[in-house]
């Protein structure tokens, strides 16, 4: 029997490629998602006091990198510009192996010394810490680059960690979207179907004037029991997706993105919608089938002609 337990396991690392640039465009979600988040604002509105916590940047003898220059805003504002540097390089692909830890380093800090609101945040420090793994065991130069160049030349070990560790993070996203529906089913709001009402007409996360006045129509009827139970379907079925066949993971990963999309429009979730949607991406696509970005070559073998004849 445990014969037949590795035999499966070793077929099951020795056919599969990890490093793909599937991870890759979700790492890249996820950096631009944190740089936009430095980038349009100000150390004085990240990092202020808040209730219980007198002192900022919160750093409680932690390690983040918002807490090793002196504690003003001019100093705060220097590393919130070098952090977007930073994440811009990681985004462009360069150098998993290199840029992994500082992008953990990054979101941990962000997520453990700047006041937010929304949880992005929060699920990008988890989600580049299980990145990790995968990173560091990443050969290529890029993130971007084919992974046919490497599977020949791939390390069974190295294979196997970056593998256990999409599991995990796949394991992790489900138990976001199972805890996100449990706690919303002890609100009696969810329950009977009200609670997207409140939600959109909340004075700091709901509807702009314009947005309002297009949706007054269902706001004001019983359709917005919909949208609120559609909420709890769609997350009740994202948990399961933990065992649903892959035939299945394109179609649910559509619905899951639509509807981070309109959190993102309505509630102006940005940071914390692009997030999801990479967490998404680690946890419905296939890692073995790669994007093609056939959209974006076409762009690019057009405009290289035009080059050629200036």
């Known amino acids: 029997m445990f014969q037949k337990i590795s035999n499966t396991i070793f077929n099951w690392v020795n056919n599969s490629f990890p490093w793909t640039n599937v991870y890759g465009l979700a790492r890249t979600i996820i950096a631009l998602s944190t740089a936009l988040t430095l980038a349009l604002n100000n150390a004085t509105t990240l990092f202020k006091p808040g209730v219980g916590m007198p002192e900022y940047p919160i750093c409680n003898n932690s390690f983040s990198i918002f807490c090793i220059v002196p504690n003003t805003y001019f100093w705060l504002n220097i590393v919130r510009w070098l952090c977007v540097v930073i994440l811009l390089l990681i985004a462009s692909g360069w150098r998993p192996r290199i840029t992994a830890i500082f992008h953990w380093w990054i979101s941990y800090s962000l997520q453990l010394s700047a006041l937010t609101l929304d949880g992005g945040e929060q699920a990008a420090s988890v989600l580049t810490l299980l990145i990790l793994p995968i990173a560091l065991t990443d050969p290529r130069r890029s993130h971007w680059e084919k992974s046919s160049r490497y599977k020949r030349e791939s390390n069974l070990y190295t294979k196997t960690i970056a593998l256990v560790s999409f599991n995990i ?120 089938q790669e994007y093609r970005f056939s959209f974006l070559r076409r762009k690019v073998n057009n405009i290289a002609p035009l080059k050629e004849v200036k």
Not at 218 to 243: H, Y
Not at 262 to 278: D, N, P
């Open 169 to 288: 993070i796949r394991i992790q996203v489900a138990i976001i979207y199972f805890s996100s529906t449990i706690s919303k089913l002890h609100d009696d709001e969810w329950i009977n179907g009200t609670a997207v009402y409140y939600y959109l007409q909340e004075p700091m996360l709901g509807l702009n004037p314009i947005l309002m006045k297009l949706a007054q129509p269902v706001l004001s009827s019983w359709l917005i029991v919909l949208p609120t139970w559609g909420t709890l379907i769609i997350q009740t079925i994202l948990f399961a997706s933990l065992l649903a066949p892959k035939k299945y993971w394109k179609y649910i990963l559509i619905c899951a993105l639509l509807m981070h999309e309109v959190f993102a429009i309505m509630l102006g979730l940005i940071s914390f919608s692009m997030v999801m949607c990479a967490a998404l991406i680690l946890y419905l696509r296939p890692k073995e």
